[in-house]
Every structure is written in C-alpha cells, then in structure tokens.
C-alpha cells in the first residue's frame, strides 16, 4: 500500500497530481492549520500580464489555531469572478473550446460553504479526467495522535502502509527513524524533469495551476505528468 497525506491545494500544478498517481490511497490532511498565503485557498494561472493569483476568500478567525476543513468561504461569488478571470486568460487556447465549457460548470457547481469540500471538489473532478484512480480518505477518519510525524505515522499503520509519499520539504521537520522502526519506506517527490508543452503568454512556466495544462494540451494532459496511468 503506498499512501500520499497531504493537505489540499487549490486548483493545484501537475506536480501534485503526479503525487496522488503514484498512491494507491491520498489522505486529505486538512485537519491541520490553515497558513495565509499559501497555496490552500490560491494558485497561478497564466495571463497576458504575466502570473496571476486567483485567490478564494476565506475567513480567518482570531483564535490561534484554525483548521484548514473549518475554514469557511468569505464571498459566494468567487467561483464566477475566478471563471471569468480564466476564460479571459485562455480563450485563446487550443482546448478552451472543447474543455471551456466542462471547467466552467465545475466552477458553477463548486458553492460549498468550507474550502476543504471545494479543494476536493476540483481535486476528484481532475483526478478523473487525467484518469488517476487513487482512493481518498479524509483525515477525520482516524484517531490521531500528537505529534507532527507520530500524526503520519499512525494513519500510514492503520492503512498498513508499506511506503508513505510526501514531499522534500518534510524532511525538515520528519523523524524518519519512526518509520524505519516500523518498516516503512518513506519515498521523497523529485519535481526536476517535467517536460514543456506549448503554453500562451510568454516564457514557459511549471508551476502553474494544472488547468493550464488542461487548457493547451486537452486529453494529452496526463503524457505531461511523470507518473505513467
């Protein structure tokens, strides 16, 4: 069993789409604190000015501590501002005919009330059309307990996991000797060696939202991804 936990990105680059391709099973690991900033709630798409954010308001309450799974949306009317902001960016794409119409009623049907249900909402809707059949789980579904990697640790046992995916930024903060107590083979993403496609607007750019990708390259997206489906 190889599982990736990790908490969900908005509208995310391929790079983390090769990540759950290469699990059997993704854990969304969003009972963590929601970060300001960061790519929870954002991401790149690219326009004719350059990289643009498109941002999901969210409210962030006073207290310390706020999970990522309870944080709220702040404007019911972001989805159709952030469509209009990519139909403008790319309905000069070659697929923006054939897969315009698909993304936009994805957007039209995202008007949930918490950022998680929206996050996996795109997440299991991409997964599908790039023909990626891992399993999600919710975090929620396990009794954790303290500790960042003891966390890890417990929902990779209880999955009887043989190797837990993740990427090179956990080794900053991972005690790698917990898995090797239990035998667990941690596997660290490697993110050199994408290949370029034709993309509008200038220079190439990878880290961009993976309807980009969608957007110039249509069903020969997942030939973009290192993981092979």
Not at 179 to 204: P, R, V
Request: net charge neutral.
């Amino acid at each position: 069993m190889k599982v990736l936990i990790s908490q969900s990105n908005y509208i995310p680059w391929k790079g983390y789409f090769d990540n759950i391709a290469a699990c059997d099973c993704y854990v969304v690991y969003d009972d963590m604190q929601y970060t300001k900033r960061d790519w929870r709630n954002r991401n790149y798409i690219k326009t004719e000015q350059g990289l643009k954010w498109l941002s999901i308001p969210v409210e962030v309450s006073g207290k310390y501590f706020q999970q990522i799974n309870e944080t709220k949306i702040s404007d019911k009317n972001w989805n159709s501002s952030h469509w209009s902001q990519i139909e403008s960016a790319y309905k000069k794409a070659p697929y923006f005919k054939e897969f315009g119409p698909w993304i936009k009623e994805l957007y039209m049907n995202a008007n949930f009330a918490y950022l998680t249900e929206i996050n996996t909402f795109f997440l299991t809707e991409f997964c599908q059309f790039l023909g990626i059949q891992t399993k999600f789980r919710d975090s929620r579904e396990f009794q954790l307990p303290e500790g960042k990697t003891e966390k890890l640790l417990s929902i990779c046992k209880e999955l009887n996991t043989n190797e837990y995916f993740t990427g090179p930024a956990a080794r900053n903060y991972m005690d790698e000797s917990l898995f090797e107590k239990e035998k667990i083979k941690i596997q660290y993403f490697d993110y050199s060696g994408y290949k370029e496609y034709s993309q509008l607007h200038g220079s190439f750019e990878h880290g961009v939202s993976i309807i980009d990708l969608i957007m110039n390259t249509g069903t020969d997206s997942k030939n973009y991804l290192k993981f092979e489906l």
